[in-house]
């Protein structure tokens, strides 16, 4: 696939005509990567923003002790790092490869001089910018107000919505990071969330075969997530 083809996908570059969707694809610097391997780390100096085109890959935080605090995963066809653009110019997070992938870069120089030239790239910067603040926001909320089960379930309806599959009322899932990082990503221990897959399995609510999950009761999953 051309590059203008996966980017014209991306939040950020949408409603572009074909003639700034070729700008932006002569900008952008493909770079593979592998599993495990980091692509910036936190505080490092922002050199631009990417958009992930294969591969899957988290951002996350490291303690003064080595543990690992999962922020977000980034999943493909979505932008990550823009808000390293403004601030001190550094990058707030670290992001690294769950499965290999391939990104594309964009330097900071080249963007703003896109920006310059078309309004229609700041009003989507600043619409990728509010997705992700508002994701955050939610997050936060979860973390200060939701119980654990609460998270799973709310984690699982999510999944649910991007990447499953349903048959006879039933809905088909694989879990998007190990569960030693989901644990991490919903502010709870591994188990805790072991427990709560084990009660929600008890109750009839999911099947669970290593990290393929079957949702069997959505309504009820709903009401343990408070939707």
């Given at each position: ?85 403004f601030g001190d110019g550094r990058y707030p997070a670290e992001a690294r490869g769950v499965e290999k992938g391939e ?62 599959t349903s048959y006879q009322g039933k809905t088909y899932l694989e879990l998007d990071m190990r569960k030693g990082e ?46």
């Open positions: 696939m051309e590059n203008k083809d996966i980017i014209k996908k991306a939040l950020l570059f949408s409603g572009l005509d074909d003639e700034y969707l070729a700008e932006v694809a002569a900008i952008a610097v493909r770079r593979p990567f592998a599993k495990g391997e980091t692509l910036f780390t936190e505080g490092e100096k922002a050199e631009g923003f990417y958009l992930l085109a294969s591969g899957a890959l988290k951002l996350c935080k490291i303690s003064p002790d080595g543990r690992e605090k999962v922020l977000h995963m980034v999943h493909p066809i979505e932008t990550f790092a823009e808000a390293a653009f990104v594309f870069f964009f330097s900071r120089g080249a963007f703003m001089g896109l920006l310059e030239r078309n309004p229609r790239f700041s009003m989507n910067l600043i619409a990728s910018l509010s997705m992700l603040l508002r994701r955050f926001a939610h997050q936060i909320e979860e973390l200060s107000f939701a119980d654990a089960p609460a998270r799973v379930a709310s984690y699982l309806i999510e999944l649910a919505s991007r990447k499953s989901l644990a991490s990503r919903l502010g709870t221990v591994s188990e805790t969330l072991s427990r709560t897959f084990k009660k929600m399995k008890d109750e009839g609510v999911i099947e669970m075969d290593g990290n393929k999950v079957t949702i069997m009761q959505m309504e009820k999953l709903r009401m343990i997530a408070g939707k």
